[in-house]
């Protein structure tokens, strides 16, 4: 069966993504899944077996086209189809919402393309460009607030304009 993920679940989808391999320490799976549950755009999938959560998918979009991500299977129930189940579910949400769907796959982890691939999908003619938001050099934090049109590039103590920012990590 697959449902919303309810809230008091939670920990358990989370030991499932570090069990699953898909999360990084540069990451906060619990933070990524409370802004998934509670934005007006996203939400996350769960497939259950039972009692037991055998599976989630991550589902959100920013207007214009669907993203996937956290597809998990519990090992033990591979190859069943719930991995097949949950992204025909998330494509379901999406479809209601936005024409097209998209994720990204970790180069390392080739399982996930074949399976992708299986399901119909199709490597896109597209470079992914990426940087962090919350840290530079784990030192300043970027206050969340609201962007204003008025706007510029950030200046220096100087005044003057300030270079681009050199990335922290990777990850994504
Ligand atoms: C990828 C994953 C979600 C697949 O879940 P699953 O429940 O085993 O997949 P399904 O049983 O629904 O398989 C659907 C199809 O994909 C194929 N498939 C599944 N895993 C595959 C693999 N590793 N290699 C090749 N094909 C695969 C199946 O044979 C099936 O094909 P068919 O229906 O035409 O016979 C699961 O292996 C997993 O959780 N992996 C670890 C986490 C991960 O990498 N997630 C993706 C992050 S981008």
């Known amino acids: 069966m697959i449902t919303t ?3 008091e679940r939670c920990a358990e989808a989370v030991a499932l993504w570090h069990a699953a391999g898909l999360t990084r320490p540069w990451n906060d799976p619990d933070a990524d899944l409370g802004r998934a549950l509670d934005g007006p755009s996203s939400t996350v999938l769960a497939a259950t077996a039972g009692e037991r959560l055998v599976g989630t998918v991550m589902v959100g979009h920013d207007g214009h086209r669907g993203w996937l991500y956290y597809l998990a299977v519990a090992e033990e129930h591979r190859r069943r189809g719930v991995g097949r189940a949950l992204v025909a579910a998330a494509e379901r949400w999406l479809g209601a919402r936005v024409p097209k769907v998209q994720l990204m796959v970790r ?3 080739a ?3 074949a399976f992708y691939e299986r399901l119909g999908y199709a490597r896109q003619d ?7 938001l919350d840290t530079e050099g784990g030192v300043e934090r970027v206050a969340p607030r609201t962007p204003d049109v008025s706007d510029g590039p950030p200046l220096t103590s100087t005044g003057a304009p300030r270079g681009p920012r050199r990335p922290r990590r990777g990850g994504r």
């Open 5 to 7: 993920l309810p809230r």
């Open 126 to 132: 597209t470079t992914v460009l990426g940087r962090r």
């Open 111 to 113: 399982a996930a393309v």
């Open 107 to 109: 180069d390392d982890n």
